[in-house]
């Protein structure tokens, strides 16, 4: 499967760049194209339209029928991740909910048509700690159900969910094939690509990571792929096919599971302690201290 991951440029969010990516994807061969955390896109500004009220209670909002035209209209399945400025009891001011839904304009047999992920941690609103999690939130949208595309597995995670290995995990228990992270940018490259290798060795499968640039000192995005042993896999360039450089920004990163080199790899470091250590649990003994907690 050949997936598409946009490095997107947010020093040039306009629609006429949006537009230039776009076209460019639709007349490329890869199966999916991903954006990162909070993408721009040309309608975000339903977003921030309290009539409809926030997308998280609201299956039909007008954001998610932009999204589906979008991908109608290049002929590929689309992750597309955004934001929402919230309104919550006892909070002064609206605070950001982010999430990322799948589209497919074309599924075939099982495939899944559309899907939505709701970023857990590190978020101002977090569906985890809603009281009606478990009604409005698992049943209505299970946002941990593996998207199908092409007999493949697909999980989604947003940001700091990758740090945690729960949330890789409730898809690697169901036999995922990828995970994918959008992350927002502005990241340690070796944190982020220790935790994204490890992901994908946790859970046998492939793990791939995009990202968005906010201009700084230095570039701070990048893209990620690595396979089920960890490796770190090699890509293409959609806007430049000629070159082997990674995380040039507002590059298009295609990563193809079927077909891939090895590249080089990070040196390990060397073991130490973490100094932020809550609890320690010894080896074998975790039922016995499972067995004298309340829940």
């Given amino acids: 499967m050949k997936i598409g991951l946009w490095l997107q440029d947010h020093r040039n969010d306009t629609e006429k760049r949006f537009n230039e990516v776009m076209d460019i994807v639709s007349k490329s ?15 975000n500004n339903l977003l921030k339209d309290d009539a409809e009220g926030c997308v998280i209670y609201n299956s039909q909002h007008k954001w998610f029928d932009e999204v589906d035209k979008l ?9 597309l991740s955004a934001w929402q400025p919230v309104l919550i009891e006892d909070v002064d001011r609206p605070v ?5 839904y799948y589209t497919n304009p074309n599924p075939i047999e099982s495939d899944t048509v559309n899907q939505v992920y709701f970023k857990n941690t590190m978020t101002g ?21 593996p998207i199908v595309l092409n007999g493949k597995k697909i ?11 729960i949330f890789s995990a409730l898809y690697g228990v169901q036999g995922v094939d990828i995970i994918i992270n959008m992350t927002g940018g502005n990241v340690d490259y070796h944190k982020w690509y220790r935790y994204n290798q490890v992901r994908a060795m946790e859970n046998e499968c492939f793990s791939l990571v995009t ?36 995380n040039l920004v507002d590059s298009v990163y295609v990563y193809d599971t079927e077909n891939y080199e090895e ?24 039922s016995a201290l499972l067995s004298k907690a309340n829940k």
């Fill in 125 to 145: 609103l977090s569906p985890l700690g809603m009281e009606d999690y478990d009604k409005a939130i698992f049943i209505n949208w299970n946002p941990f159900r």
């Fill in 29 to 43: 061969d890869v199966d999916l194209i991903v954006f990162p955390e909070a993408a721009y896109t040309p309608f």
């Fill in 155 to 165: 999980g989604m995670t947003i940001c700091y969910d990758c740090n945690h290995p």
């Fill in 263 to 286: 590249l080089s790899d990070l040196k390990p470091s060397e073991p130490s302690e973490n100094k932020y250590q809550d609890l320690l649990v010894e080896v074998g003994n975790v």
């Fill in 71 to 79: 991908s109608q209209k290049i002929g590929k399945p689309i992750i």
């Fill in 96 to 100: 950001d909910f982010y999430f990322s």
């Fill in 211 to 246: 990202m968005g640039y906010v201009e700084d000192k230095t570039v701070n995005s990048y893209v990620y792929g690595f396979d089920p042993d960890g490796v770190h896999m090699s890509f293409a360039n959609l806007m430049d096919p000629s070159t082997d450089k990674l």
